[in-house]
Nanobody, 124 residues
Framework: VRLVESGGGSVQAGGSLRLSCVTSGRIWTACMGWFRQAPGKEREGVANIGNGSRITYADSVKGRFTISKDNAKNTLYLQMNSLKPEDTAMYYC????????????????????WGQGTQVTVSS
């Protein structure tokens, strides 16, 4: 299974970016998540989505980021608004085929497949 992220870039604080993650697997049965890792910091979960309406966000991005997916296109999205300098990180898409169930919290160690990452840089 391949996951390919796109959409990263450099923006000023307050700006927006939309990340996409195209997969070669059928995501309607998967738990999909976005993670990020800043230099010198541990990888952290940003948001995840499974089947149905269950979505979980990290407290630091609630109200600013929106995760969504298009099962027909096997694509995961992350709409990021009101970006802050502390959002600067490499963002990774990840998946685990779990019948669509995403546990809370969702540890990165649980994820089976990872993309190569896309860099997001927010300047003040």
């Amino acid at each position: 299974v391949r996951l390919v992220e796109s959409g990263g870039g450099s923006v000023q604080a307050g700006g927006s970016l939309r990340l996409s993650c195209v997969t070669s697997g059928r995501i309607w049965t998967a738990c999909m998540g976005w993670f990020r890792q800043a230099p010198g910091k541990e990888r952290e979960g940003v948001a995840n989505i499974g089947n149905g309406s269950r979505i979980t966000y990290a407290d630091s991005v609630k109200g600013r980021f929106t995760i969504s997916k298009d099962n027909a296109k096997n694509t995961l999205y992350l709409q990021m608004n009101s970006l802050k300098p502390e959002d600067t990180a490499m963002y990774y898409c990840a998946a685990v085929w779990s019948g669509g169930y995403c546990p809370t919290p969702l540890p990165s160690s649980l994820m089976e497949y990872w993309g190569q990452g896309t860099q997001v840089t927010v300047s003040s």
